[in-house]
């Protein structure tokens, strides 16, 4: 006799624990609902429980997010996913599954071992009554009919355009306009949130066209996409920098986003007593007094430069600049050029002057991951975002529900035998950069890049060439800290001297909560702490344990002012739980946070 899908033991399986979990949750029984749970478990829900990004580990804790959110949360109506068939390996069972509560509909990912939950994701993806209007419910667009005095689209996109921010204030402001403000603009206009996005560069995608020259992006395009509007099939795998630039602009267009360029935001403070922030902005140069009930700092991980400061900066003849005023190579050929750092930008920028002939050496200060991209793209991201997991029916928004549902607790654990495959399929390449001098590491605990990039946002190259110029010598390297500069050099501690005529610092970003500092107070940065980050006592990552990356996304210890941003997957993925907070905010929804997090770094 054949099984059918629907009675194969593992749906079975994962049928039984939600009805007993269901039942558990109905009858207001968080003991219950955490006893179904394995001992070491976790929970992982985004928002749809707890208003909050936030994950619980361990029976006593799953018990305490529910006795405190389940009266409001009122969940209901567990069932597998129509279609997504539960299945089993090595033990554990796995299966995509869906409910309801008090205001909206939730989807997430079950992990049961021994009949137990080992890791849950809850999500919500929609309001109730306030869903996105999408197929049956898009916009008719023609009015048919005959109207006197009818208002076309344009009029009524030109009409919104002239109003927005004068006669009718925004409910949100998203400062800064890079693919974060972009996504989370475009997601609040589906939702029919009032929003302005400002930038203060001229054109939206100018925050990639402002970057150096030979720079393509180091993820590929499976993982790049924006919501909504995919890139196309013929889409390069790695975008190149004026390539994605344009994409943006014309994607501020299509989704019909309130973006005003050549804005800057110059001040902002909140008042409580109104709920309402007042934010001074200019345009155009000309100052405008904007006030939305929600602040959105959208202005770029990678945006606040970490400019060091040596002595001698000031007695240096030639050009000095951070990697992100690097303008590019050609002004550099035969030139002595002398790049301060061993991360990314540090190495698209060698390598990008090698290529034009100048004479390059790189200073590498602590030790930097590398790992080559067709590896990565291979090992690290295939099975989830590539033309095969494509092919084989994984869909972007289902690749990214998959890598959420994973605790940052125990990622480390997935990524170290990932990490493995890679030395040792790249082993000849990590001998001859080390037989070179470089400094190579792995992650403190050997988990590679993207631990790396979710602890600290920094510390690693993705290979595209260039560190085989380091290995084989054509960039020369020297490892050291700078002592200071002199007219016409660079000099080490150590005494080491390099001729220079550029020094490039590749020296990194800080803390997003610099911008609170630099916009509202640093009395509010400092209440608000340190942006990213899970608390992983990592090197940058101090502890205790977050469990969460800072302030991503989520409330945060200033009322009304949130962070958004981090690579394309994650601004794609997080901009719709951010969306929806507002959203739920703008509408009255009752929201209450759990687990509001602490603050214990402030930056
Ligand atoms: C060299 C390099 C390579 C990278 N490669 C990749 C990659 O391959 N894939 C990837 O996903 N990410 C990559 N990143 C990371 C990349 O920076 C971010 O993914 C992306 O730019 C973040 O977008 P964002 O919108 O959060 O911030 P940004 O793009 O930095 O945008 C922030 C915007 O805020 C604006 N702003 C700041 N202050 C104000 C103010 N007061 N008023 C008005 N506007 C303001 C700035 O003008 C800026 O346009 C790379 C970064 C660098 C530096």
């Not at 079975?12 to 749970?37: I, Q």
């Not at 927005?164 to 996504?183: F, K, N």
């Not at 470089?438 to 510390?459: A, N, P, Q, T």
């Not at 610099?514 to 101090?542: C, F, H, M, N, Y």
């Amino acid at each position: 006799m054949t099984t059918t899908l629907e009675q194969s033991p593992a749906a079975t399986a994962v049928r039984g624990w939600l009805s007993d979990f269901d039942a558990a949750l109905t009858a207001g029984d968080a003991a219950a609902a955490a006893a179904l749970f394995t001992e070491d478990c976790y929970w992982r829900d985004l928002i749809s429980f707890t208003w909050n990004i936030t994950t619980a580990e361990g029976r006593p804790a799953i018990a305490d997010m529910l006795e405190q959110t389940l009266t409001g949360t009122r969940p209901r109506n567990w069932t597998i996913t129509p279609g997504e068939e539960p299945a089993e390996a090595d033990g554990v069972t796995e299966a995509w599954i869906q409910f309801e509560t008090a205001v909206g509909r939730g989807r997430g990912q079950l992990r049961l071992r021994d009949g137990r939950a080992w890791t849950l994701l809850t999500t919500l993806y929609e309001l109730t009554g306030h869903e996105e209007p999408t197929r049956d419910r898009r916009p008719k667009g023609a009015e048919h009919g005959i109207h006197r005095d009818r208002e076309s689209w344009l009029d009524r996109r030109e009409r919104e355009a002239r109003e927005l921010g004068y006669e009718t204030q925004p409910y949100v402001l998203v400062v800064g306009g890079g693919q974060g403000g972009i996504a989370l603009g475009a997601r609040l206009r589906q939702l029919d949130v009032p929003t302005i996005v400002i930038d203060k560069h001229p054109r939206p995608g100018d925050q990639w066209r402002s970057r150096y020259k030979s720079l393509c992006l180091h993820d590929p395009v499976w993982y790049d996409h924006l919501p909504y509007v995919k890139f196309p099939d013929n889409w390069p795998v790695f975008a190149p920098k004026d390539k994605i630039a344009d994409w943006l602009e014309s994607y501020t267009r299509v989704m019909e986003l309130n973006y005003w360029s050549n804005t800057r935001a110059v001040n902002a403070a909140y008042d409580e007593s109104t709920g309402e922030w007042t934010v001074t902005v200019e345009r155009d140069g000309i100052p405008v007094v904007l006030r939305p009930q929600q602040l959105v700092l959208a202005t770029g991980m990678s945006g606040k430069p970490n400019v060091p400061d040596f002595p001698g900066m000031d007695v240096f003849r030639g050009d000095q600049h951070h990697s992100s005023a690097h303008p590019g190579p050609d002004a550099y050929r035969g030139k002595k050029c002398v790049v301060v750092g061993s991360n990314n930008s540090a190495f698209d920028i060698c390598g990008a002057l090698w290529e034009n002939g100048a004479d390059v050496t790189m200073v590498q200060r602590s030790s930097t991951h590398i790992v080559r991209s067709d590896s990565l793209m291979d090992i690290g991201l295939g099975a989830l975002y590539s033309e095969d997991a494509v092919a084989a029916g994984m869909t972007t928004e289902k690749a990214d529900l998959v890598f959420a549902s994973l605790p940052y607790r125990i990622m480390h654990e997935f990524q170290i035998p990932l990490y493995d495959q890679m030395r040792e399929r790249d082993k000849d390449f990590y001998g001859r950069l080390e037989a070179a001098g470089f400094d190579h590491d792995w992650g403190e605990d050997g988990s590679g890049l993207f631990m790396k990039y979710l602890r600290r946002g920094s510390g690693y190259y993705i290979d595209v060439g260039a560190a085989d110029l380091v290995a084989n010598g054509d960039v020369a390297l020297v490892r050291g800290q700078v002592d200071h500069l002199t007219e016409h050099s660079v000099v080490l501690t150590d005494g080491t001297e390099m001729p220079a005529d550029l020094v490039v610092y590749a020296t990194g970003y800080g803390s997003m909560n610099g911008w609170a500092a630099d916009l509202i107070s640093q009395e509010v940065a400092d209440r608000v702490g340190k942006v990213w980050g899970l608390g992983s006592d990592t090197t940058k990552d101090p502890g205790p344990w977050e469990g969460e990356q800072r302030n991503m996304w989520k409330p945060t210890q200033q009322e009304a002012l949130w962070f958004h941003g981090g690579n394309l997957h994650q601004s794609r993925h997080y901009s719709l739980y951010l969306a929806l907070q507002l959203k739920a905010r703008k509408e009255g929804l009752p929201t209450p946070v759990y687990g509001l997090q602490e603050v214990h770094h402030r930056s």
